[in-house]
């Protein structure tokens, strides 16, 4: 069984898993921590790991969901999607074989015809093209499906205008160990399959070498802390803006003109003020504005009459509560629990008497095949029966009279059962059963009968005391409204028989609201008799000033609202800012992190992937915690800043070689894409690439795209010597169209031009061909004959003592020369008429003129092979 591991960098030679435990990677353990943050977290560290740095429409997607995390929001404001996978690996799969084996049909990728596409062999596949032929489309392609640094962005042809609705894509094919298939990917999805192949670019190596002017480059995953930090800070900073926009001064108490209180309130408004208190006070409805009316009546006329006209309202008033309290206290008991229990105890006997009378009625007549007997129907029917046949005739019905219903003669059986039935009308149980309805109707009666409310419309006692106290008329309001509900809810369990909606428990009378209405009046009447009529006008006016405030209040309540809103909003972003913003977390797991994976095999693995290219450094680990910046990433000894040290071909080697050891320490990638890996770099360490890159091919699939023929040459000797599988192509612009791919060629010269076998195989084809077609594959034969001379004059004429692409002179070699001047003329020669058939000219009679033949092709063919057998011989 395949051990199962999570694709990530696993910092241990892959044979430490087979014990059969995994162990943790820095993707297991980023995995793990990030699905345990806040949404807003998760989704900063998600897009942290898959696009590098966080866009602008990112960090606003981001400070959405901290809002919403926070309270800070309505929560009615739609919200990203989170990656459902934190780094966009897999948490664990199987490590089995994996390979890509073909990309085509490219839809929307740069230029591309939709029919070009590339095929990828086990070893080593290098992809050849000059600037601008189209091959960093194919590239390009390649990062944005696989596992990429970088965030790459596919646009369609940016000279063609004609619009396109569909989206760019690509099919993958994927080979597992023997089971191709087929994936038709959309740019911008993921495929955990797929993520298994690690993309090297110039884009990808800026992040590898980040930019920051204290950090030299970081190990691949600790970048995204960096950025973290960085979208955390761009969010405190969102929300202090969000505070200042919101931060305003209490300007309410422009609004009243004289003291009050709730002038007095409104001026002490804070983030404890409660809304729901405050919307109260602001509300002023009619009753409020009636109230307001009578009261400034009563204050002007107060002003002007004496204190016995005053008490004569008041003593009305009390009056009028002391009847409302009286005609409660009447009402209660028929809507009572005991009225209740009592409507259930005239149920019960319902049932009981019903069950008695049906049974009763079944006795009198009943029949086996009959069994509506004694019910309701039947009952009708009988009863009906009876009033039709004493109609007819009193003494109805005798033996011999015809039946009411089939005008049949009765016999003496037919009308004793008749009268047994007319009989059961009047049978003790079924009067019983009448009686009991007739309560229950005559109770449903009463009760709809009754008057609840206390204070009806256009009432004498209504208007009266809305003037004096209108929160008491809404209160009894409120009461009346209790005492109709129960009222109805009783009528209708007595209605429909059904005891269980019967409403239960005691409904309790208003006696603290009319006692608290009474000592109100008591008080005022008090304060009159002692003399204290002043007072009584200075509680009217301080409540006309109320209620004027209360007014002034119900215009602008909704602004009031909003700015208590704010304040309550404030106080929460701002506690918010101090816990929630904090990058303390950062460090604590960056720190954790560098402790676990960095200091032990990570270094290790990185120098030793320096000193393969070349590019060791005195470099420091170096760590603090600030801002959630733990790892500081290596940096060269005495704080300089690599850009400031080392060449655009030495930073890359660096970039190279951290790319390298991710993709070492992580026993789950299954291949490698580097597009120009070697830019700016010299010859010697774009060789030691070469031979670094081929030694890679024996573990992994490599795919190579370049644009440097001497780097395509070392490839392709170094996978050669190391007898590597080589697959090669080369992309071309053909009549201004980039994409157009020459499967299986690049030009260079490799192993298989020693001999005229690759010749040979093209004059096979222009055999079987004909017209154009055989032309092109004569032409094809003579430019591999070509560049078999090529290598016949270093390899074989002049022993590999010169090597294209190589500085040094093999002096040691000179001693193996046999020189021959028919051969080089011979070699001359091969070379102009390899040229007529490629280009239609020759200075030799034999091959001038005419269209180019499968014979003329033929002829060179056996020329070079002789001219390589002279060649090989050495010097004796």
Same mark, same amino acid.
């Given at each position: ?171 993958? /094919? ?120 009578? /009261? ?58 019903? $069950? ?116 008491? /008329? ?256 080369? $992309? ?131 020329? /070079? ?12």
């Amino acid at each position: 069984m395949a051990d199962v591991v999570g694709v990530g960098d696993i910092l241990l030679d892959a044979e430490a898993i087979s014990g059969g435990v995994a162990p943790s990677t820095i993707w297991q353990e980023l995995e793990a921590w990030g699905v345990a943050l806040p949404d807003w977290q998760r989704f900063v560290v998600s897009h942290a790991v898959r696009d590098g740095e966080l866009s602008e429409d990112r960090i606003g997607e981001a400070y959405r969901l901290f809002l919403r995390e926070a309270k800070l929001d309505k929560g009615t404001e739609e919200l990203p999607v989170i990656p459902s996978s934190v780094t966009g690996r897999a948490n664990s799969i199987t490590i089995g074989a994996l390979q890509l084996k073909e990309m085509k049909a490219l839809k929307g990728v740069n230029a591309i015809p939709e029919t070009s596409g590339l095929t990828f062999g086990p070893g080593l596949t290098v992809i050849y093209g000059h600037n601008g032929a189209g091959k960093s489309g194919f590239a390009r392609a390649l990062s944005a499906v696989c596992f990429s640094r970088s965030n790459q962005n596919i646009f369609g042809n940016v000279y063609d205008t004609t619009p396109t609705h569909s989206p760019a894509s690509v099919e993958i /094919v994927l080979d597992r160990g023997g089971s191709a298939e087929t994936v038709r990917f959309v740019f911008g999805d993921e495929n955990d399959d797929l993520q298994r192949i690690s993309v090297f670019d110039s884009s990808s190596a800026r992040i590898h070498l980040a930019q920051e002017n204290t950090l030299g480059f970081q190990p691949v995953g600790f970048d995204v802390f960096d950025e973290m930090g960085r979208v955390i800070g761009l969010i405190g900073k969102k929300l202090d803006a969000a505070i200042e926009a919101l931060t305003k001064p209490n300007d309410f108490g422009k609004l009243f003109i004289e003291p009050g209180p709730v002038a007095e309130e409104i001026a002490q408004l804070s983030a404890e003020t409660e809304i729901a208190p405050l919307r109260a006070r602001g509300t002023f409805g009619k009753a409020e504005l009636e109230r307001l009316e009578e /009261v400034a009546r009563q204050e002007k006329e107060t002003s002007a009459k004496s204190s016995a006209e005053a008490m004569k309202a008041l003593s009305a008033a009390k009056a009028d509560i002391t009847s409302i309290q009286t005609r409660i206290a009447d009402l209660l008991p028929k809507i009572s629990e005991e009225a209740c229990k009592s409507g259930l105890g005239l149920l019960a006997e319902q049932a009981a008497t019903t $069950v008695k009378a049906v049974e009763a009625g079944a006795e009198a007549v009943k029949h086996p095949d009959l069994k509506q007997t004694g019910t309701d129907k039947w009952d009708a029917f009988v009863e009906a029966s009876r009033d039709l046949g004493l109609a007819e005739k009193e003494a109805y019905p005798q033996s011999g009279e015809p039946c009411l219903l089939c005008h049949r003669p009765l016999d003496e059986p037919s009308a004793t059962l008749i009268r047994r039935m007319w009989a059961f009308l009047d049978d003790v149980a079924r009067q019983a059963m009448l009686a009991v309805d007739d309560q229950i109707n005559a109770r449903i009666k009463s009760l709809r009968e009754l008057d609840l409310t206390l204070l009806p419309p256009e009432s004498r006692i209504r208007s009266d005391l809305s003037k004096i106290d209108p929160g008491l /008329v809404a209160a009894l309001d409120e009461v009346s409204e209790a005492l109709i509900k129960r009222r109805d809810e009783i009528v209708s369990a007595l209605d429909t028989n059904s005891a269980g909606s019967m409403p239960k428990g005691e409904i309790l009378p208003p006696t603290k609201l009319l006692s608290d209405a009474v000592a109100k009046i008591d008080e005022q009447k008090k304060a009159l008799r002692a003399g204290k009529f002043d007072e009584v006008l200075a509680k009217l006016k301080a409540e006309h000033i109320e209620l004027r405030q209360r007014q002034v209040l119900s215009k602008n309540i909704e602004d009031v609202v909003s700015y208590v809103e704010n304040l309550k909003w404030l106080k929460a972003a701002n506690a918010k800012k101090r816990s929630g913003l904090s990058t303390r977390f950062l460090t604590d797991k960056q720190r954790s992190l560098f402790q676990t994976h960095i200091e032990g095999a990570y270094r290790e693995r990185l120098d030793h992937e320096c000193g393969l290219l070349d590019c060791s450094f005195p470099y420091e680990l170096k760590t603090r915690g600030s801002a959630g910046q733990t790892l500081r990433g290596l940096r060269v000894q005495g704080g300089h800043r690599p850009e400031d040290i080392f060449s655009e071909g030495e930073q890359r080697a660096l970039a190279l070689a951290d790319f390298l050891t991710e993709v070492n320490l992580n026993p789950a990638s299954a291949a490698v894409i580097l597009d120009d890996p070697v830019t700016s770099m010299d010859h010697q360490r774009k060789r030691k690439i070469a031979i670094r890159l081929a030694d890679e091919a024996t573990r992994r699939q490599v795919i190579v795209f370049t644009h440097d023929l001497v780097f395509l040459t070392l490839l392709a000797d170094h996978a050669e010597n190391a007898a590597i599988p080589l697959e090669r192509h080369w $992309v071309e612009r053909l009549d201004g169209v980039p994409g157009h791919v020459n499967i299986g060629d690049i030009p260079a010269n490799t192993r298989e031009y020693r001999k005229t076998t690759k010749a040979r195989e093209f004059l096979a084809k222009a055999k079987k061909a004909s017209g154009s077609e055989k032309v092109d594959h004569i032409r094809s034969g003579a430019g591999a004959l070509r560049r078999t001379l090529e290598v016949v004059v270093i390899q074989y004429l002049f022993k590999d003592v010169v090597q294209r692409w190589d500085e040094q002179v093999h002096l040691g070699a000179l001693n193996k020369i046999e020189w021959s001047n028919e051969l080089a003329d011979e070699i001359v020669a091969l070379q102009d008429d390899t040229s007529r058939l490629l280009e239609g000219h020759s200075n030799s009679d034999e091959f001038a003129g005419g269209m180019p033949e499968v014979d003329s092709l033929e002829k060179l063919i056996d020329r /070079v092979d002789a001219v390589i057998e002279k060649a090989k011989q050495e010097r004796q």
